[in-house]
Structures are given as C-alpha cells and as structure tokens.
C-alpha cells in the first residue's frame, strides 16, 4: 500500500505532528471531501505500506522525525519556485528550502526526491526569461540531489480565479521556449525533465512525459518493483499518469496561502480550519 500526503494540504509543513502520532497510532482515518459521512480507515504499519509519498514546500518540520519515517519506503516531491511572498505569502525563503532539500536528499537517497518548479506562469513581473534566469540558477544550486524535475504551467481552475484573478494561462509559445530552455539546463545538471499533466509537446526536446509520480517513480526510490492493481482516472485530466489521486489530508487547511492554489478555497475558511 503507499500512503499519499500531498494533494489536499502540506502535511509535512503544518501536521507533521498530526502525522507522527498517526504514525505511532498504526493508523490513519480520511474523510472524504465529497461526502463527509464516510470515513475510511487506513492501517499505518511497515508490514501494509509499502512507501509513504509526501509533497510539501517546506521538509524542514519533518526532518527531526525521519527516524520515525526509516521503516516505510519514502518519496518527496519539494515544490521549490523563485516566486515573492506576494504570490507564495508564508512559503520559507527560497534559499533555506533548497538546503532542507539537499539534506532530505542526504537522508533518504537521490532517488527518493524530486523537484517540482511549479505551477509557471508568465505575467509582466515574471517573464519567460526571469523564469529561465531563475531556473538556471536553483538547477546549478539542487545539482546532485535529485535526477528529477517536474514542471507545470498554472492551470485555471475555480478556486484560482477567485483567489488569483490575475492569472492566465501561458501561451503555447511560451510554453514551448520555457520547456526547451529548462530541458536544456537540466541536462547539464544530470536532471530530466518531467512535464506534469502537459502532453508530449516537449517530448521531442528530451522531456520524459511519462508522468511524475507513476508507477516507476515509486519503484526506483524503492529500488523493487511493485504490484500495482490498475488505477482510476480520477485526477484532474485523462493527461495525468500519476498512481494516486487521493490522499490523507483535507481541503482548506494549507497555510502557505498561494495565490494559484487548488486546493483552498479561501484565506479565511484555511483559518478557521
């Protein structure tokens, strides 16, 4: 079984004591947000889980506790961006992340850690080529710690347009000059690029656009292979490779606030919560 953490809130930022005393507990209940009535209970053992996949902007919370973590296979995704706290209000600094990051690649494996640079989206601050400049620079800074990086351009979603109604979708062309410019970088880096939920278009240009969090992922951070019984298409397009499309977590309790997040509906029910 593996146990996803990272679609709904960042539990390793803001509940990762929540997690550890699941953890210590043996189990976990979910609630599902479409229909609060029903509650499902998952067992935490090592002997069930087979790896714990988390996706988080800030690891740091979590690291004091990966001693507690060492029984279960593990897969991070560290989304890591250049943007201000104008975009990403209570996101660390960008620098201390990265150096979270290579300490969580030190700890688990390089094969057990991914970037993720996104959502990208492309305004008058933040250009096609700030997106490149800044790129360059956090590759050249995460060199060595991960061979993965997975990149998204901002998809406009309900919640997004209330809370980021200056957002707009990245033109094709931008897109196209953003993905051969981060390929590019990335190979100089030992990195591959992975389009999240993009289409083949940059497949051509040495982008692997065969997912970001399948199947293989999980087996290569676990160095074995797993037996995996056929997935539902239940993510947000038949475009998504990825094997989990639920988690622990809940809506509306994300405290970094992002301005392009899905998964809050607003600042004030995040509070509340």
Not at 204 to 225: I, N, Q, W
Request: glycine share 6%; with cysteine.
């Amino acid at each position: 079984m593996i146990i996803n953490t990272g679609m709904r809130s960042d539990i390793p930022a803001f509940y990762h004591e929540w997690l550890i005393n699941r953890i210590k507990e043996g189990f976990v209940m979910v609630r599902n947000p479409y229909n609060p009535s029903q509650v499902t209970r998952y067992s935490l053992s090592p002997e069930v889980v087979d790896l714990i996949a988390f996706c988080t902007k800030n690891p740091a919370p979590m690291l004091p506790h990966m001693d507690t973590l060492k029984p279960y296979g593990q897969y991070w995704f560290v989304t890591i961006t250049p943007y201000g706290t104008d975009i990403e209000p209570n996101v660390p600094d960008k620098q201390k992340v990265m150096e979270d990051f290579k300490t969580l690649s030190d700890t688990v494996g390089v094969d057990c850690v991914g970037w993720r640079y996104d959502p990208i989206f492309v305004d008058d601050k933040h250009s096609v080529d700030w997106h490149i400049d800044q790129f360059e620079q956090m590759t050249a800074t995460l060199s060595g710690y991960t061979k993965t990086c997975v990149i998204s351009f901002i998809d406009i979603y309900k919640k997004v347009e209330r809370n980021f109604p200056d957002a707009r979708e990245v033109f094709k062309k931008d897109r196209l000059t953003i993905g051969k410019a981060f390929i590019e970088i990335a190979k100089r880096h030992d990195m591959i690029i992975r389009p999240c939920a993009e289409g083949y278009d940059l497949a051509s240009y040495g982008a692997d656009c065969s997912g970001c969090m399948t199947v293989k992922t999980f087996e290569t951070a676990l160095h074995a292979g797993l037996d995996v019984p056929k997935r539902s298409r239940n993510q947000r397009n038949n475009e998504c490779a990825c094997l989990l499309g639920t988690d622990i977590g809940a809506y509306d309790t994300c405290g970094h606030l992002c301005r392009y997040c899905y998964a809050n509906t607003n600042a004030a029910l995040v509070k509340e919560n």
